[in-house]
C-alpha cells in the first residue's frame, strides 16, 4: 500500500517533464510514472493537475535567531526570528531544507559550533536543517572593532575531520564588511590553508567575498567627506571590491584544487568572473540573492532603503540583469535569501554605511520570485529552475539525492506550484515578517503545496506542519563537483 500520490501534475525529474504520478512510501519517493502503473490501494492522493511538481526547495543562505552586529541594536539585544518562524515561511514558500551557519567561538571546536546550532534547531524547525561551519562567527567574543580573534592552526586541521563526519561546508569572510562591527574576517593566508584542508578532505568553501582595503578605505574617505548616509551604500561597497575578492579566492582554486561557493554575488563582474572560470573547469558556484537580481541602488535614496539591503549593496540594473541572466544561462548555481527575518522596526533601524540592517526576510519569497521572473519572464525551463532553487544547493553542499530531486530512493520533499495564479503579492499573503519588498510585485505562479518526507506541511493556504525538521548531518559532496563545473 502506497501512503500518497501526487496525481496528474507536471512533474519535474532530471529526465525530463511529464504528466505523471508520484508515489511515496513512508518517508520516500518509490516511483515516479504513469498512474496505470502504480495502481492499487493509496492512503492519500493529492490532485496535482494544472500544477508543475518539483523537489522541496533547499534555501542555502539563513540566519535563524540572528543577534544585530550594529552597534545600536547590540547594545538593546536585537535578534532575528528563530527557526519556528522562520521555517514556517519556508513550507509556505515551498522550501523544505534550510542551510544555516555554525559560528566558531575562541577556546571551542569546530564539532562544538555545531552542536550549539543544532541545540537551537531541535524541535523548533518544520523543515529539515544542516549547517555550514563558519570561520570566524559574527560576534565572536573576544573580538573588538580594532582587533581580529585569529583562527587557530589546530582548528583548520580540524576542518578534515569534520568534513568527513558530514558537513562539508566552511564559511568565511575575505572583509569584515563594516568599520564598527566586531571583525569576523579570515586573511587570504587562513583562507589559503582552509581550502588546502578542504580539497583534501572533499569539503567546499563558501566565501563572502569583498575586498577589505577597499571596504576600509571607502568607509573611512565617506567618513571623512561626510557622506555616510545609507545612499553611499554602493560607493562603501563598489562592485570592484567584489570583483577582485572573488577573483583572488578563484586564483586560488587553482592552486589547492579546493571547490568554492561564492555567496550572494551582486555585481555583474563576478558573474563574468564565474562564467570564466566555470569555462576552465573549475570547481567554482556562484549563488546570487532574489532581492539582488530584482532592484537597484535607486532605493537607497527613498525613507525604505534598508529594507532592501543587504551586505555587499545592491548596484545597477544592468548588474541585476546579469544576475537573472546567471541565473538562467548557468554561470550562476543558486538562488538564495540570506535570510534575517525581523520586523519593519528593525530593519529600518539603522541608514549609514555602518549601520543598516543586512539580511532579508524574504525567505517565503524565494520560490515564487524566482518562478515569476525567471520562468514566466525570461524563459527559464523547468528543469532548471529546480536546479537553481533546489538540486545545485543538495549537489553542491552534500545533500544529493537524499535532497533537492524527484526519484526514487529520495526523500519525499515535493512542492506544487501554480502556475494559473496572477496576482499583486501582498504582506497578507505572507507568514513571517511585516513586510516584503515584494508587495505590489505582480506574480505569475506560487508554491500552493509543500510536502516534507512525505508529510503535507502546507495546502491550500493551511499550515498542518509539526517541529519535526532533522538534522541533516551525513553529507557528502559527489566528486563530479569538487572535481569540476558540475552544475
Known amino acids: 500500500m502506497l501512503d500518497l500520490v501526487i496525481r496528474g501534475g507536471r512533474v519535474v525529474t532530471p529526465a525530463g517533464v511529464g504528466e505523471w504520478d508520484v508515489a511515496v512510501s513512508g518517508e520516500k ?54 527557526p519556528d518562524v522562520m521555517s514556517r515561511a519556508c513550507a509556505f514558500g515551498g522550501t523544505t531544507t534550510i542551510v544555516d551557519f555554525a559560528n566558531w567561538r575562541p577556546g571551542k571546536d569546530l564539532f562544538d559550533a555545531i552542536e550549539r546550532r543544532d541545540a537551537l534547531y531541535k524541535g523548533q524547525s518544520s523543515v529539515d536543517y544542516t549547517f555550514h561551519t563558519v570561520l570566524v562567527g559574527m560576534g565572536t567574543e573576544g573580538q573588538t572593532p580594532q582587533h581580529t580573534a585569529q583562527v587557530p592552526l589546530k582548528l583548520i586541521e580540524q576542518i578534515p575531520e569534520v568534513v568527513r563526519a558530514g558537513f562539508t561546508s566552511v564559511k568565511v ?80 582554486v587553482e592552486w589547492t584544487g579546493a571547490a568554492v561557493y561564492l555567496m550572494h554575488v551582486s555585481a555583474k563582474e563576478v558573474v563574468q568572473a564565474l562564467g570564466e572560470a566555470r569555462g576552465k573547469g573549475l570547481p567554482v558556484y556562484g549563488e546570487t540573492l532574489h532581492h539582488y537580481a530584482s532592484f537597484t541602488r535607486d532605493v537607497y535614496e527613498t525613507p525604505e532603503g534598508p529594507l532592501y539591503h543587504t551586505y555587499p549593496s545592491l548596484k545597477q540594473a544592468d548588474d541585476a540583469e546579469s544576475l537573472w541572466r546567471g541565473l538562467v544561462e548557468g554561470r550562476l548555481s543558486t538562488v538564495a535569501t540570506d535570510a534575517i527575518v525581523c520586523g519593519r522596526d528593525l530593519k529600518l533601524g539603522g541608514d549609514t554605511i555602518e549601520d543598516t540592517v543586512g539580511g532579508s526576510p524574504a525567505i517565503e519569497e524565494r520560490v515564487g520570485i524566482t518562478f515569476t521572473e525567471c520562468v514566466a519572464k525570461r524563459g527559464m525551463s523547468l528543469q532548471r529552475f529546480a536546479e537553481v532553487v533546489s538540486t545545485n544547493a543538495a549537489k553542491i553542499l552534500g545533500l544529493y539525492p537524499r535532497k533537492g530531486v524527484l526519484a526514487p530512493g529520495s526523500d519525499a520533499d515535493i512542492v506544487l506550484i501554480d502556475p494559473s495564479i496572477r496576482k499583486r503579492l501582498s504582506v497578507s499573503d505572507l507568514h513571517a515578517a511585516d513586510h ?23 495546502e491550500d493556504g493551511k499550515f498542518f506542519g509539526a517541529q519535526a525538521g532533522r538534522l541533516l548531518g551525513d553529507r557528502k559532496t559527489p566528486a ?6 558540475a552544475c
Open 436 to 458: 516584503s519588498v515584494w508587495a505590489g510585485t505582480e506574480i505569475h505562479g506560487w508554491p500552493v503545496t509543500t510536502i516534507l518526507r512525505g508529510t503535507i506541511l502546507v
Open 173 to 252: 569572510w575575505t572583509t569584515n564588511t563594516t568599520a564598527g562591527r566586531p571583525k569576523q574576517m579570515t586573511d587570504f593566508g587562513h583562507v589559503w590553508a582552509i581550502m588546502q584542508k578542504l580539497a583534501e578532505a572533499g569539503g567546499v568553501l563558501a566565501v563572502h567575498a569583498e575586498d577589505e582595503d577597499i571596504v576600509m578605505f571607502m568607509s573611512r574617505k565617506l567618513h571623512e567627506e561626510g557622506r555616510v548616509h545609507m545612499r553611499y551604500l554602493p560607493e562603501a561597497h563598489p562592485s570592484v571590491s567584489e570583483d577582485l575578492a572573488s577573483r583572488r579566492v578563484i586564483r586560488l
Open 29 to 82: 519517493i518509490v516511483a515516479i510514472g504513469d498512474a496505470r502503473a502504480l495502481a492499487g490501494d493509496v492512503a492519500r492522493v493529492v490532485d496535482a493537475r494544472g500544477k508543475i511538481v518539483i523537489p522541496g526547495g533547499i534555501e542555502p543562505h539563513a540566519h535563524a535567531a540572528f543577534k544585530f552586529v550594529y552597534p545600536w541594536a547590540q547594545k538593546a539585544g536585537h535578534a532575528a526570528a528563530g
Open 480 to 485: 563530479e563537483v569538487l572535481s569540476g563545473a
